[in-house]
């Protein structure tokens, strides 16, 4: 890992440890690989849905619905919940379990699909992994609830002990998803944005499962460590912890109340540069921006990051974008706080070069800041 | 890892380091608690087919079709991988990226499914796995030639740098697999097996994925490690990285040759035993073996296992088993032939206790030899 903080002090997401720049070949030749694939729907009647190619899930017309399918990974979340575990004698098992499903389930749903099935994969570092019962307990009692939560059936999985690959003592959580889009007129993959179109931001949690890397390097700058403090006397660790709110109920009551968003960003890795996801040229123009939460504000006053930083890597208090048309807008945050997650109409769509503008920090990010596919 | 041999110098599966004694109570928590979701489905006019629970892929029925879902791990094979590129210079990863392939797609097409959607789970050590692109290219390659070969469409994956979880240098290979039984009829979760079927196997290439551990573990005895040779030449480390078959051609053409096999077992973990899976009660008589590959003989042999123990961990030469109705069986093994894939009338299906009698061998095993469920 190259870990050196910047001249200026500030810790960036790149010195964290994870180079892109060695991923992003890779992933380039699979994108291409896969995408050559498709053609063997067409023997079973099927086609894939191009547009969803380099989204968030992929999508198979099958007929009468769609089906949406996804894996997903945790990331490195678990490791803060080791460390707390160590210095709190606390399990925070059932919280990361939450945290893997959402991952899951928050990228599926962007497309328009009710998720109904997942698959659990954790993959410990040695058989032993699976001997503390109680962490045992919490993970699988957390990922129920969070199946339940989102009404979604979990159909089973795989526990495989990887000693050798897995380090000892860890584990490598991911989930695997599969949904429908029904009726298909659910579908978000985005050909209906248009301008005029208002952005509402779903509040987050905290930090979600995105930028862990970075919120672990942070801790050697801090005098107690995960056990510091915020400002409402919270550890650190503790509130990385707060588990990545699930956004389905969202959508599937939105459905329920005849709104169809044109499009929809999982704010993840990215961070709010995930706005800019859409293919077209559309200027995004933010008026609006939620409240941070504290373990972020927390991480960007010690990163000494500043906004454009801050809001390029972290969600900062917005984990999911609904893009929706304009008169649809407050209805979209009530049905969203009647779920029990605040929402703003944080800005809207307009004609112009691909950017995205966020006044009230001043920062404009364009279409070089993000290069997905 | 117990890695000790037995007083009589076997090496038996127990000793490779796998304890299941330490897994199987989260497993049972896990199946209990996921059982308990399949209720939410009924939310969306869906339920869940009772009887794919504990088999090889979740089932739900959704209306016009059923839709199988599943997520399977690799497991240790990559290691070979390594060590073998070690030793040899040579990449072996478009080899394991089939084998991790199939790992998913064998166990899907029990539930008589045709696979449509693969995603991808590699989770490596850290960024620069990525960096060594010979091996990232094979492992792309073999990736699609082994969806190529299964018509099935790459939708797409993740590829996260987990370093501090997964080992450095190392790399955690899953895949996701959603497919469809469609037209309903070719549903194979076991209602209709009964005495009189007939018991087909299909050969293996070799080790296949399972008991990689032991196999690693022999390495230790062997004069000449991976590179020590096989009777016919080919190194010990080669052989075993003979790619698992893909046997999903094979049920599909036996779907357009009308022939609908009542149940389906992928001989994977726990070896010849997974003939035992169906929940009925029947005996299982076996009156003729495949050839048991040279790799595996060369196992059993240095292992100093017995029959008994060789057929209870490995898949001795038959890597998926087909029931079907007896008149079928003669034209079965023509159809898995035409694709390529040896196979054999291996024995038959008869009322009495729940049994496998392995005739040839003299060997049985009862009920009390797999509990999977």
């Not at 919280?95 to 899951?104: H, L, R, S, Y």
């Not at 962007?110 to 992994?129: C, E, F, H, N, R």
């Not at 959508?251 to 929809?264: D, M, N, Q, V, W």
């Not at 995930?274 to 921006?289: C, D, F, G, M, S």
């Amino acid at each position: 890992m190259s870990a050196k903080a910047g001249p200026s002090g500030t810790l960036s997401y790149e010195q964290s440890g994870v180079n892109y720049d060695l991923i992003d070949p890779l992933k380039v030749a699979a994108q291409r690989a896969a995408a050559a694939t498709a053609v063997h729907l067409a023997a079973h009647g099927f086609s894939e849905v191009k547009a969803s190619r380099g989204e968030s899930a992929y999508v198979v017309d099958v007929g009468p619905f769609y089906l949406a399918s996804i894996v997903e990974c945790l990331g490195s979340k678990s490791l803060v919940a080791d460390e707390m575990h160590r210095l709190t004698g606390r399990t925070w098992y059932d919280a990361i379990a939450q945290d893997t499903i959402a991952m899951a389930i928050n990228d599926l749903i962007t497309v328009g699909a009710t998720p109904l099935i997942v698959q659990a994969y954790w993959a410990a570092g040695g058989s032993d992994w699976f001997g503390d019962a109680q962490r045992a307990q919490a993970l699988v009692e957390g990922w129920k609830r969070a199946c339940d939560t989102c009404g979604v059936a979990w159909g089973g999985g795989e526990t495989p002990a990887l000693a050798g690959i897995v380090e000892g003592g860890r584990i490598d959580l991911a989930a695997s998803c599969t949904g429908l889009v029904n009726p298909k007129e659910r579908l978000s993959v985005g050909d209906a944005l248009a301008p005029g179109d208002a952005i509402v931001l779903l509040a987050s949690s905290g930090i979600h499962a995105n930028g862990l890397s970075l919120a672990r390097k942070l801790v050697e700058r801090l005098p107690q460590g995960y056990l510091t403090p915020l400002d409402d006397g919270t550890p650190y660790g503790e509130a990385l912890l707060a588990p990545t709110l699930l956004y389905s109920p969202v959508t599937e009551a939105l459905y329920k109340a005849g709104i169809a968003p044109r499009y929809c960003a999982n704010i993840t890795g990215h961070g709010w540069r995930k706005l800019l996801r859409h293919p077209a040229q559309h200027t995004y123009r933010i008026e609006r921006v939620p409240p941070v939460t504290p373990v972020l504000q927390f991480i960007q006053r010690h990163a000494a990051q500043d906004d454009r930083e801050a809001y390029s890597t972290f969600n900062m208090g917005a984990g999911f974008a609904l893009f929706v048309k304009p008169e649809e807008a407050d209805r979209t945050v009530q049905v969203a706080q009647a779920q029990g997650i605040d929402a703003i109409v944080a800005g809207r769509v307009e004609a112009g070069p691909k950017q995205l503008l966020i006044e009230p920090l001043n920062i404009r990010f364009g279409d070089e800041d993000l290069q997905l596919r």
